[in-house]
């Protein structure tokens, strides 16, 4: 157990529809990322948030956003769904946002988009 | 930009037996930080190893070992007295030292253990 929390962990929704993912880090991280894994693209770098603050953005959609709450837990967005969107969401924490600091991931969310 | 690749898509391995696997990394900078991850059928990355670029000593935990070479910008991963439970896709990544950075995985490699 990475001690990082994801809910939901399996997720149907329609095209054009739009679903919110949680991320719970572990506790004292700071820092959090979001990467989608899909067959295609394989694993990439959606986001990371540092204490409340975006630090880094990667591969994001613009249908895509994302917080982090005062008490550092996050959400991922994502609206507008097609079916490409389909895919494993993972969520990350670190201790602080340095880069050698070790990313503690979750179970995923698995997003099927029909 | 930089780029992780893995070039063995698949591998397998006799339990008990020693099996490498392969990354190699393009980059322009001088300091980074290189890791291996570990993905089960349950789906979780896991942290294998994790190696700081300017440490020229090679990372080792436990049963996993990697060869480090920087000037050839090779990292590849050793597993001795290959498991059952080792049966994975493992990812090679690369962590530039910029803060606020991203995290860049290779393709993957599927590892097959045969009892």
């Known amino acids: 157990d990475s001690g990082v929390t994801q809910t939901p962990k399996h997720l149907i929704t329609a095209t054009g529809q739009r679903v919110t993912l949680r991320c719970s880090p572990r506790?004292?991280?700071?820092?959090v990322y979001w990467y989608q894994q899909s067959l295609d693209q394989g694993l990439q770098f959606l986001i990371q948030?540092?204490?409340?603050?975006?630090?880094a953005k990667g591969n994001i959609l613009e249908r895509f956003s994302a917080q982090q709450f005062p008490d550092l837990h996050s959400e991922l967005n994502l609206s507008s769904l097609e079916l490409g969107d389909s895919a494993l969401y993972f969520c990350?924490?670190?201790?602080?946002?340095?880069?050698?600091?070790?990313?503690?991931f979750g179970e995923g969310s698995w997003l099927t988009v029909v | 930009a930089q780029t992780v690749t893995q070039s063995q898509p698949e591998m397998s391995v006799q339990e008990a037996e020693t099996v490498t696997l392969s990354c190699t990394y393009d980059?322009?900078?001088?300091?980074?930080?290189l890791f291996w991850y570990k993905q089960p059928p349950s789906r979780q990355m896991i942290l294998v190893i994790r190696?700081?670029?300017?440490?020229?000593q090679n990372a080792t935990e436990n049963r996993f070992s990697v060869n480090f070479q920087k000037a050839a910008k090779s990292f590849s991963l050793k597993i001795s007295d290959s498991q059952l439970g080792d049966a994975a896709m493992y990812f090679c990544?690369?962590?530039?030292?910029?803060?606020?950075?991203?995290?860049?995985f290779g393709a993957g490699t599927i590892l097959r253990v045969k009892s």
């Open positions: 990350a924490s670190s201790v602080s946002g340095t880069s050698g600091n070790t990313r503690y």
């Open positions: 506790s004292g991280d700071l820092s």
């Open positions: 948030y540092y204490n409340g603050e975006e630090r």
């Open positions: 980059t322009s900078e001088s300091d980074y930080y």
């Open positions: 190696q700081e670029a300017y440490k020229q």
């Open positions: 990544a690369y962590s530039p030292m910029e803060y606020g950075n991203k995290l860049v």
